[in-house]
């Protein structure tokens, strides 16, 4: 079975410094790996996707993931949070187009300043 | 700009009445799907539609109808028979053919029953 886990319901961190949210899946088949991000009230946003290419993935606003095939992981990590990146966080996994999409909990960022 | 638009962005319903949101988008995409988000639950899929005329039951669809005339369009009806209504309805696109699945989100709807 599929399946997606984000092992943080919510992660702190101080502005200026690194953050990593973490994201495991089981899967049987090579899947599609996203992260999406969301604020308060609005709708969902890519971050980034992996789709069987280079396992390091740049995504948008100095996010980055890796794949780790033998950890069956996609975990997303920043250097340097800023405040902006304040928000809920989705790992998400598909696969046959978005027909068999699975979402994970969410992580909830909260940066200090 | 492309893009999909619902609305209303808040709803208020009493128990017992039919509510429908609207769901448009203008980024000429096949498929087109209706989540529903509660907190600390992610996001779990109520119908999808990968064609005009047709639309499939996702996880949660009892309690909601949807219907698919127009490419664009793809409202969602919440019934009297859902138990639970109240929660932020998020419409999505894709592309069919994408393999990869990015789905492409509106702003969304919050539905609040007194």
């Known amino acids: 079975a599929q399946s997606v886990t984000q092992l943080d319901s919510h992660v702190s961190v101080s502005e200026g410094t690194p953050v990593l949210l973490r994201c495991n899946y089981s899967?049987?088949?090579?899947?599609?790996l996203f992260w999406y991000v969301q604020h308060p009230n609005k709708g969902l946003q890519l971050l980034l996707k992996?789709?069987?290419?280079?396992?390091l993935v740049k995504g948008i606003n100095g996010f980055e993931a890796e794949f780790k095939k033998s950890e069956t992981s996609f975990h997303l990590t920043k250097p340097s949070a800023h405040m902006s990146d304040a928000a809920e966080y989705f790992c998400?996994?598909?696969?046959?187009?978005?027909?068999?999409?699975?979402f994970g909990a969410g992580t909830r960022l909260f940066v200090k300043a | 700009d492309g893009g999909i638009t619902q609305s209303p962005k808040y709803l208020f319903r009493k128990e017992g009445q039919n509510v429908t949101l609207s769901c448009e988008q203008n980024?000429?995409?096949?498929?087109m799907y209706w989540y529903r988000q509660d907190p600390g639950q992610g996001l779990r899929l109520i119908y999808y539609?990968?064609?005009?005329?047709?639309?499939q039951k996702g996880d949660i669809a009892e309690g909601y109808s949807v219907s698919r005339e127009k490419k664009e369009s793809f409202p969602l009806t919440v019934t009297s028979a859902q138990k639970n209504p109240t929660a932020f309805y998020l419409c999505?696109?894709?592309?069919?053919?994408?393999?990869?699945?990015?789905?492409?989100f509106g702003e969304g709807s919050r539905l609040t029953v007194l």
């Open positions: 999505a696109s894709s592309t069919a053919g994408d393999i990869a699945g990015e789905l492409f």
């Open positions: 899967s049987s088949y090579s899947p599609s």
């Open positions: 992996y789709t069987s290419a280079a396992t």
């Open positions: 998400v996994v598909s696969y046959t187009g978005g027909f068999k999409t699975i």
């Open positions: 980024l000429n995409h096949d498929a």
């Open positions: 539609s990968q064609i005009v005329n047709d639309f």
